[in-house]
Nanobody, 124 residues
Framework: QVQLVESGGGVVQAGGSLRLSCAASGRTFSTSSMGWFRQAPGKEREFVAA????????YTADSVKGRFTISRDNAKNTVYLQMNSLRPEDTAVYYC?????????????????WGQGTQVTVSS
């Protein structure tokens, strides 16, 4: 099993920044990649960004490209999501996820473990 704990959410004004963290514990060696998803009220959970543990390759959704950056610290088993130039439409619960397989990165169904989520609210 892998446990994921997110932190760093909060309330920020439009144009501001936040950095989310996701600390992984347990059988982290069994996972290949980590991802961030978000879910706004009344909407489907959507992919935000993903990163592979070994190579560090990253994937970012078009809606946040150029504003959000995903990174990792293998020694700490922690993944980060740096969010800049935040907009009201970025308001959502942000979830960290981990997957064991190597196929796919932007589909919810390929991820095996999920955190509880952290709320991000961007005021206009």
């Amino acid at each position: 099993q892998v446990q994921l704990v997110e932190s760093g959410g909060g309330v920020v004004q439009a144009g501001g920044s936040l950095r989310l963290s996701c600390a992984a514990s347990g059988r982290t060696f069994s996972t290949s990649s980590m991802g961030w998803f978000r879910q706004a009220p009344g909407k489907e959970r959507e992919f935000v960004a993903a990163i592979s543990w070994r190579i560090g390759g990253t994937y970012t959704a078009d809606s946040v490209k150029g504003r959000f950056t995903i990174s990792r610290d293998n020694a700490k088993n922690t993944v980060y999501l740096q969010m800049n130039s935040l907009r009201p439409e970025d308001t959502a619960v942000y979830y960290c996820a981990a997957k064991q397989g190597v196929v796919g990165y932007d589909l919810r169904t390929v991820y095996d473990y999920w955190g509880q989520g952290t709320q991000v609210t961007v005021s206009s």
